[in-house]
């Protein structure tokens, strides 16, 4: 059973920056998104941003275009998300996922298989 392991995460102001990582040790597929959806309480889940491997295609929402990037890590099977200039309305419990495809990244996740514990991200106004 893969589990995406995630790190990062944490409690900061309007304007600040936090970085995520996510590492899957022992999936050896060579073709997915990995990235993460994030929900906040009362409202739906949505994808935030994925990276496929080898940098074939990226998804970003359009609420954190130009301040949320991500990269992959050392390692083709971990990912970085980059998040600046963060907003109250960016907190959230953060969810690293693997998904076949980046374009999933614009539902719910439905279709996600593996999943991460979740980071909490907490950005006060």
């Known amino acids: 059973q893969v589990q995406p392991v995630e790190s990062g995460g944490g409690s900061v102001q309007t304007g600040g920056s936090l970085r995520l990582s996510c590492g899957a040790s022992g999936y050896t597929y060579n073709y997915y998104c990995m990235g993460w959806f994030r929900q906040a309480p009362g409202k739906e889940r949505e994808g935030v941003a994925g990276l496929y491997t080898g940098g074939g295609s990226t998804y970003y929402a ?42 999933h990244f614009a539902g719910v996740g439905d279709s996600v298989h593996y999943w991460g514990q979740g980071t909490q991200v907490t950005v006060s106004s």
């Open 62 to 103: 359009d609420s954190v275009k130009g301040r949320f990037t991500i990269s992959q890590g050392n390692a083709k099977n971990t990912r970085l998300l980059q998040m600046n200039s963060l907003k109250p309305e960016d907190t959230a419990m953060y969810y690293c996922a693997i998904d076949w495809s980046c374009a």
